[in-house]
């Protein structure tokens, strides 16, 4: 039957409806269990993508053939751990973290989980070593920005120069937690990174809780 409201942004999901697909499709093995429950064993804040959210970043990258990917907001390793699902043996993530306590915790949980080889854990704030990154390990297959809003823009424009043509670029909290059009500098960088990423990439925004832009590129 026509349902003109979910075009319009309607949303039937429930807290109990999430918890229900997300346990049918995109379970937890002991190491995603063990690194998406650390933020709250750790004290850190518990903002990683959903189960959800993660498994379509594995299906997505599995899709492109990603075998080299830069994540910029490692938390506890949970969206990395979701990502390296996806890469062949040979593949490798770079995931940069600023925070030492977040960097250290998911250090562990990555190597935990079996993954040290292929995640590259980099501490440090992500534009003081996205340059190096690049010139070193580029181009790469997939780009997945979930940290600092304020510079979503900038890092939008690393993945356009730094991915090869047909990579993915990903933008979580693309949404901006429901701000994305209030007069705000950190706003207005994610509207510029939206707006960027419709030239440089064949782009949409996914309209998951929070957003999640996904750009092919060029
Ligand atoms: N991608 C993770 C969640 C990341 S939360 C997951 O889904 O599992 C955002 C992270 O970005 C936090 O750990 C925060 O410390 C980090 N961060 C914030 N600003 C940063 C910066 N400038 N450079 C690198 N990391 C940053
Ligand atoms: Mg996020």
Redesign the pocket.
């Known amino acids: 039957m026509a349902d003109p409201n979910s075009r319009t942004g309607t949303r039937y999901a429930t807290p109990e409806l999430f918890d229900y697909v997300g346990r049918v499709h995109a379970a937890h093995d002991v190491g995603l269990a063990a690194?998406f429950d650390a933020p709250g064993v750790h004290d850190?804040?518990a903002?990683?993508?959903g189960p959800s959210e993660?498994k379509l970043l594995t299906l997505l990258l599995r899709l492109a053939g990603a075998k080299k990917v830069v994540?910029?907001?490692?938390?506890?390793?949970?969206?990395?751990l979701c990502m390296v699902r996806a890469l062949p043996k040979d593949g490798e993530i770079w995931t940069?973290?600023?925070?030492p306590k977040?960097h250290q915790v998911a250090s562990e949980r990555i190597a935990a989980a079996g993954f040290a080889s292929q995640v590259h854990c980099i501490l440090?704030?992500?534009?003081d070593h996205l340059d190096e990154l690049g010139a070193k390990h580029g181009p790469f297959d997939a780009v997945?920005i979930?940290?600092?809003k304020g510079?979503y823009d900038k890092y939008g424009r690393f993945a356009a120069a730094h991915l090869r043509p047909g990579g993915l670029l990903l933008g979580?909290n693309a949404f901006y937690f429901g701000k994305l059009l209030d007069e705000h500098p950190d706003a207005a960088a994610m509207r510029r990174f939206h707006e960027e990423a419709a030239l440089a990439f064949e782009s949409v925004c996914i309209p998951t809780p929070d957003g999640l832009l996904l750009g092919v590129k060029r």
């Open positions: 690194a850190m804040p903002i990683q993508v993660g994540e910029v907001g490692t938390l506890a390793g949970y969206s990395a940069l973290e600023s925070d977040h440090g704030k992500a534009l997945f979930d940290a600092d510079n979580d």
